[in-house]
């Protein structure tokens, strides 16, 4: 049979590309207050302004007439199931979600969720990242996983240890020069 009189399915061929790094199970969703409110801020942004303006595209396209060939509304309509997609997925994440203020262990030295950490491997090339939760990563801002393997060998170190780190060329020493963590926003 000709491709052209085969039924095109509602899911798009590049979404498991697109699909946000799963949680390990056992796990929680760790996320730190400023993540957990953009994830929020963008959710209630899709369910507010972005979905009810294609919702009105899609209701003009559609009384246009013929549906099979009108641009608008075959867009819309694939618009609208990425928004819904988007909507399901960040509802589903915020409502497993486990906030976790980094705040907390400001001026300590030990590695845990939300630090800032300074490390120089045996090639002395020191590095300097900090580590998020899966969904709020950035890693062109030196962002990183809680679940990453850096992340999870750096957890639980201090100022001045030498961990091991299994990288793709090989184990590699790691040593951690220092650790912050944001000042604490003062209640009002």
Same mark, same amino acid.
């Given at each position: 049979?000709? &491709?052209?009189?085969?039924?095109?399915?509602?899911?798009?061929?590049?979404?498991? +590309?697109?699909? $946000?790094?799963?949680?390990?199970?056992?796990?929680?969703? /760790? %996320?730190? $207050?400023?993540? /957990?409110?953009?994830?929020?801020? #963008?959710?209630?942004?899709?369910?507010?302004?972005?979905?009810?303006?294609?919702?009105?595209?899609?209701?003009?396209?559609?009384?246009?007439?013929?549906?099979? #060939?009108?641009?608008?509304?075959? /867009?819309?309509?694939? *618009?609208?199931?990425?928004?819904?997609?988007?909507?399901?997925? =960040?509802?589903? *994440?915020?409502?497993?979600? +486990?906030?976790?203020?980094?705040?907390?262990?400001?001026?300590?030295?030990? !590695?845990?969720?939300?630090?800032? !950490?300074?490390?120089?491997?045996?090639?002395?090339?020191?590095?300097?990242?900090?580590?998020?939760?899966?969904?709020?990563?950035?890693?062109?801002?030196? #962002?990183?996983?809680?679940?990453?393997?850096?992340?999870?060998?750096?957890? &639980?170190?201090?100022?001045?240890? +030498?961990?091991? %780190?299994?990288? $793709?060329?090989? =184990?590699?020493?790691?040593? !951690?020069?220092? !650790?912050? /963590?944001?000042? $604490?926003?003062?209640? #009002?």
């Amino acid at each position: 049979m000709n &491709k052209a009189f085969t039924k095109e399915t509602d899911r798009d061929d590049d979404e498991d +590309e697109l699909a $946000p790094s799963p949680i390990p199970p056992g796990t929680k969703n /760790y %996320l730190t $207050p400023q993540g /957990y409110q953009c994830l929020r801020d #963008e959710l209630f942004a899709l369910i507010d302004v972005e979905r009810p303006k294609i919702v009105e595209i899609v209701h003009w396209a559609a009384s246009n007439g013929d549906r099979s #060939e009108n641009g608008d509304y075959i /867009y819309g309509k694939k *618009r609208l199931r990425e928004i819904d997609r988007r909507i399901r997925f =960040l509802t589903k *994440r915020l409502d497993i979600a +486990e906030v976790a203020d980094p705040s907390v262990h400001h001026g300590h030295d030990q !590695v845990f969720f939300g630090a800032t !950490v300074t490390y120089v491997n045996q090639d002395d090339v020191q590095r300097t990242i900090t580590i998020k939760g899966i969904d709020e990563v950035d890693n062109l801002q030196g #962002e990183v996983s809680w679940v990453s393997p850096i992340a999870r060998a750096l957890l &639980k170190s201090r100022v001045g240890d +030498e961990i091991q %780190l299994m990288t $793709p060329g090989g =184990l590699e020493q790691v040593e !951690v020069l220092s !650790v912050s /963590y944001p000042a $604490p926003t003062p209640q #009002e």
